[in-house]
C-alpha cells in the first residue's frame, strides 16, 4: 500500500472517530452527569422537583454557544425526558426517576 492511500485511509478513519464516536461517547458521559446533578440536588420525586435553572442545566444561549466549546447536557436532559426518565411537573420543575434508569447507569453515576 502505498503512502497516499495509507494517508487516505487515517483520514477517513479520524473523521468516522470525530464525527460519529466521539459525540456519542460525549451524551453517553453528559448523560450520567445529568443524573449525577439530579442526585446531587435530589430532584428525585414530585415534592423534590427542582426548576431548570436550579439544576443549571439551561441550553446556552447563541452567544454563549459561540464562546465555548459544545455543552451535551442539555441534549442529554432532552434524551433522558424523552425516555421518560426525567419528568416534568404541572409547574414546569423537573424529577428523575431512578426506577426507569437502566441498571448500568444507576451504577456509573
Not at 503512502?3 to 464525527?19: C, H, M, R, S
Not at 448523560?31 to 439530579?38: E, H, L, P, S, W
Not at 428525585?44 to 464562546?67: C, N, Q
Not at 409547574?91 to 426507569?100: A, E, H, I, N, V
Request: charged share 25%.
Amino acid at each position: 500500500m502505498s503512502t497516499n492511500a495509507l494517508l487516505v485511509v487515517l483520514i477517513i478513519i479520524v473523521a468516522i472517530l470525530g464525527f460519529f464516536v466521539l459525540p456519542r461517547m460525549r451524551i453517553g458521559r453528559a448523560v450520567r452527569q445529568v443524573v449525577a446533578i439530579f442526585e446531587r440536588h435530589n430532584a428525585l420525586d414530585v415534592r423534590s422537583a427542582k426548576t431548570i435553572d436550579e439544576l443549571g442545566l439551561r441550553p446556552p444561549t447563541f452567544l454563549e454557544g459561540l464562546l465555548r466549546m459544545r455543552d451535551f447536557k442539555p441534549y442529554a436532559l432532552q434524551i433522558l425526558m424523552n425516555a421518560d426518565v426525567v419528568c416534568r411537573t404541572d409547574g414546569g420543575r423537573l424529577y428523575l426517576l431512578k426506577d426507569k434508569l437502566p441498571a448500568s447507569d444507576s451504577n456509573m453515576s
